[in-house]
Nanobody, 118 residues
Framework: QVQLVESGGGLVQAGGSLRLSCAASGILFSSNTMAWYRQAPGNQRELVAAITSGGSTSYADSVKGRFTISRDNAKNTVYLQMNSLRPEDTAVYYC????????????WGQGTQVTVSS
């Protein structure tokens, strides 16, 4: 059974920092591209950051220079370090695992709330 369990969300003032973690089980973690998405009320879910199995990273323009995605394959965990948080970063943040091998398989965590107060 695949599980992606996020943690680290919460309430923070603008300018503050949070680190999200996503612990994965039931997948070959090191072979998956891991990503963080977010969804604010009334908005579509959007990609925040991704890291490939080889360690290449990509970011949404809105978070470049403020957020850092990383992974620890030994711990089957992906992280999102969020600095200089803004009220517009308020959303539910979801962990995503994706692997394409003949077919594409994709899994989602349950989400963790991040609220940034002004």
């Amino acid at each position: 059974q695949v599980q992606l369990v996020e943690s680290g969300g919460g309430l923070v003032q603008a300018g503050g920092s949070l680190r999200l973690s996503c612990a994965a089980s039931g997948i070959l973690f090191s072979s998956n591209t891991m990503a963080w998405y977010r969804q604010a009320p009334g908005n579509q879910r959007e990609l925040v950051a991704a890291i490939t199995s080889g360690g290449s990273t990509s970011y949404a323009d809105s978070v470049k220079g403020r957020f850092t995605i990383s992974r620890d394959n030994a711990k089957n965990t992906v992280y999102l370090q969020m600095n200089s948080l803004r009220p517009e970063d308020t959303a539910v943040y979801y962990c995503n695992a994706r692997r394409t091998y003949i077919t594409t398989r994709e899994y989602w965590g349950q989400g963790t709330q991040v609220t940034v107060s002004s």
